[in-house]
């Protein structure tokens, strides 16, 4: 299995995972949260895909991806407990900040590849990074997190999504471009979720 | 007027119906009662449509049904008040099951018409048979209900589905496929409904 | 510039001002308050296309728009005290008619464009001048005011769009149609809300 696949899985397990908790708080039944998880997992990417006319989308693709949450949201109950116990915060925040770099740097190169501006191809990333959280919000009756906590979530993946555009602008190679903006992404949601950082309102 | 028709129209009134209920309930004024009443009679089938980027769209191919829904919201609380003496709610749960039957076979048709696999075929289904009550509710600012009652009203869709597709893929005809699969979808929303079935959570 | 491009500007502007003032009430983030701002600007035109399955969107050809509405964003603060304070409520409803009649009518238009028949053809037109609205406030938590204040905002669009394509159909040129159904809304709004007429529920 590529490296590649193996960090995916895993981001998109981080996904469902945040939906798993948030629809078990909600005293959602297995449907629930099935959906929510399924939404926070590929909400983002399926927003992107639908915006840039582009299918068939990425868990149609890779259907396998889908089941795996399907059968995953069957236990949730066992798979969220023992999860807490096995993983600590830290791991999850880690994930999860590997799937914002990842996903966002991705979502340019998508919006590149179906020909939009600079400025629309970074919404795109950005997009694709954090509308999985914000859809998952919605459904579950909340204001979206990620508009109201002042954590530079979103920020980290706009400011890497532009290292990317501007690399690529300044002939490095596309998969040099890639790495080190989504790792750049990464290190600074990191730095800044360790020290707390907020952005003012 | 064939039959199929006529169950076409009793279910897309149905889900309308839940609709004006639910939009009165929040004090909506006639805008709110139409939209609302629009979005839970035709916005599954709409979603599935735009994830399989089908067009055009069911309710803009039989405009007549959406005409239908307006002159309807214009006089919805005359509407609420005489159906709610000469139909029992009995009835209403029959013509909802039989449009939950009906639409979310028709839906996995659809989605293995745009070649889609077979587990993503089996989720469009049930897309088009609860995502206008799931949309109702978010738009109504409340957690949706087939999302936290415990009643498996998406689980016998999904069931329902999969005994199309497996009717299907073992040579029984197209048509013997769908209207035992559609059937079977009603029975078993109804007999889990008659005696108030839950599913753990 | 051209007069058409200067109302657009203006139009987007009050949109995106709404979303200001809502993200700021609910306490939001700066990325909360520029994702609010441009789902209130862009997001009727959006869903009309998305629905219509037209591309590119419109503030992907004019994404000057858009990095407007992020720069705003990012100072929202001062500029929302220093309209309040440099504009009255009478000016920024005037500014809102005038969008909502220049974007009903242009979204009867593009749906005409796209073949679709009449009915959907004037609802695809309130679409356009009222879903920004729907969708910030479904973003922030509430139910939408279009659906619930009883105030004919979405039937000036609606009666406006009728008078659109009334005129077309009775072959009055496109340009006169256009100007005066817009101008239509325009008034017709404005009178409205100087009498604060109110529909009944």
């Known amino acids: 299995?590529?490296?590649?696949?193996?960090?995916?899985?895993?981001?998109?397990?981080?996904?469902?995972?945040?939906g798993f908790i948030e629809a078990r708080r909600k005293r959602m039944d297995v449907v629930g949260v099935f959906t929510v998880a399924f939404i926070a997992a590929?909400?983002?990417?399926?927003?992107?895909?639908?915006?840039?006319?582009?299918?068939?989308?990425?868990?149609?693709?890779?259907?396998?991806?889908?089941?795996?949450?399907f059968v995953?949201?069957?236990?949730?109950?066992p798979v969220i407990r023992t999860l807490?116990?096995?993983v600590s915060e830290r791991l999850i925040v880690i994930a999860d900040a590997v799937g914002l770099g990842l996903f966002s740097v991705a979502g340019v190169s998508s919006a590149l590849d179906a020909h939009m501006p600079l400025f629309t191809a970074s919404m795109m990333g950005v997009i694709t990074g954090i509308f999985g959280g914000v859809m998952r919000d919605i459904v579950c009756n909340e204001?979206?997190?990620?508009?109201?906590?002042?954590?530079p979530y979103a920020?980290?993946?706009f400011l890497g999504n532009w290292m990317f555009l501007l690399l690529g602008m300044n002939g490095f190679p596309h998969d040099f471009a890639l790495?080190?903006?989504a790792t750049f992404i990464v290190v600074?949601?990191?730095v800044t979720w360790k020290f707390d950082f907020r952005v003012g309102r």
Chains 1, 2, 3 share one sequence.
């Open 1 to 18: 299995m590529h490296l590649i696949t193996v960090i995916e899985i895993i981001a998109i397990l981080v996904g469902a995972f945040s």
């Open 42 to 69: 590929f909400g983002g990417g399926t927003l992107r895909d639908i915006l840039l006319d582009k299918r068939p989308l990425f868990w149609v693709i890779h259907e396998e991806y889908a089941i795996l949450i």
């Open 72 to 77: 995953l949201a069957l236990v949730a109950t």
């Open 84 to 86: 807490r116990q096995i």
């Open 143 to 151: 204001v979206p997190m990620v508009f109201r906590d002042g954590k």
């Open 155 to 157: 920020i980290c993946a």
């Open 179 to 181: 790495w080190s903006s």
């Open 188 to 190: 600074f949601r990191l």
